[in-house]
DNA sequence: AGGCAAGAGGAATTTTTATTCTATTTTGCG
DNA sequence: CGCAAAATAGAATAAAAATTCCTCTTGCCT
């Protein structure tokens, strides 16, 4: 489809001092990320498909690119221009060389990375990344399956009529709490962060009322201040929601409502991904809810 | 590339019994297999190419793979409509969409979810968990499949030699920060959380020295505070790995490392699934290393 | 405000590409 | 060994694509 050449691309690469048409895929969205805030309106447009739909851009014809970028396909050939190719086939073929290197699907690499596993235990970052993900999927389907409507009904019941949420977790769990603080803000809700700063978490449970609410979560070995911070609202008649572990838990006595997450484990280490999950969609239900 | 529709190629097709054409390229290939014996010897010459070159049929014109393969392009053709294709053209979808399919472009899969759950209009919390359980399980799988071994290694190598490892986030990725420093903790490496408290991340930001590393978190709109701890660490020749959302991030030039993370949102509300996979990955991997 | 330059849109044009067609070769079989 | 049927190659044709070019718009500067 390209042009071999002709004077008016020529002349356009000259005026940009023949200087170096990115090769690879690499530079060439740093080239356009780095550019970026220097294209007109349109030209914006594309570069933002670009980065996002770089397997488009390689298979799919101008029309339908320009199409479904919402551009005219002449646009598509001035942003190649722009970045100093003759057309955009040729702009089109740095995409296309991406995909050519041959790349086994999502699902293969999990495949042959199992394997992997099995035989020789590698140890790279990038296998202990899809072994997280694996795990942390697993984890998120079994806590669609474990965790009841009717639970979920309830907690957000609670939080809905609280004034004030409070909340609080240590350690592992501080960050489901700091995350809560903020996604509770921003839907409009008053929260309080338990974080026991300056070791003022004593001043700061004081500040519950029955017609707040208390959010808290630990896990093994349940760190005492979280609990000591649950009981005491529960004989200030505090309505609890907790997120814990398993039934046998310091928790289970204390809560109205308590939520059971078995998050991912490899390697000793826990992940958050199936609380942090279950934190949102507390938090989503209720700004949803009123 | 294709024409309509003529009455040779549905004569064709008809000969064969209008048997279900192959719709992907699983099936397409078992097909190949199957029938090689019975194929005559171009077309054999064809169908090994085909089972060996995939992404080159995807990519290619009929002449540059013709010759490739070194057959004419009319043998292309006569290969499709064997297999019960209306042209070559038909076939090269089939394996064209293995390639889109291979690293599907993560926002589009969420659009065919919400979709899928529009239909149910279901608004209730269990509903809301399922879909951010979905949510999360596609940005992990893009996760894995979008991020590169080497800048895993690079970020690993980085954190090895840091003496002291500076975290950095705001605001909703703050709780990543502060898994970080725990986590980083756990495994006795010496961490320094850059909280801000008391408006003092200023001053906490003097500690960092160059045989030291940062660890910068931030997602659009790029909290001010951290783009310029990072911008201050540059300078300072500290190493930095960023976490980001997209190339045009502010973070792109600045770090040695990046990594861009899509992470799951429903409702616009963003999750930290992903990314907290991605740093549970680098502390473990960090930790396996030693 | 008014003019000018850069940008955008869209039809027209050219180039490339897919497909068809027919002459020629190969293959299988009596 | 020769004949018919199938397969093939390659030129010819039709389709589709990329690209150009001209007109209209938009934003900017004086």
Redesign the pocket.
Known sequence: ????K????SGVRSRRAAAQVPTDVVSLNREISARYP????????IAEFALKHPNEIAI???????SHA?????????????FG????????RIFQQRLRESRPSYSDRIAAMREELHGQRDHGPQAILTRFAEANIAALQHLCEETKAGDLDRAVAILRKAETIHLVAQRRSFPLAAYLYYALSKIGRRANLIDAIGGMDTEQRQLMEPRDALVAITYADYTPRVVETVAFAARRKVPVVGITDQPLSPLTAQCDVVFYVEDAAVHDFRSLGASMCLAQSLVVALGAAE
């Open positions: 489809m390209p042009k071999r002709n004077l008016t691309s220097t294209l007109s309106k349109r030209l914006r447009q799919e014809s101008i029309a339908v690119i320009a919402g551009v005219q396909p002449s646009a598509l050939i001035r942003f190649a221009k722009a190719f003759d057309g955009f086939s040729d702009l089109q």
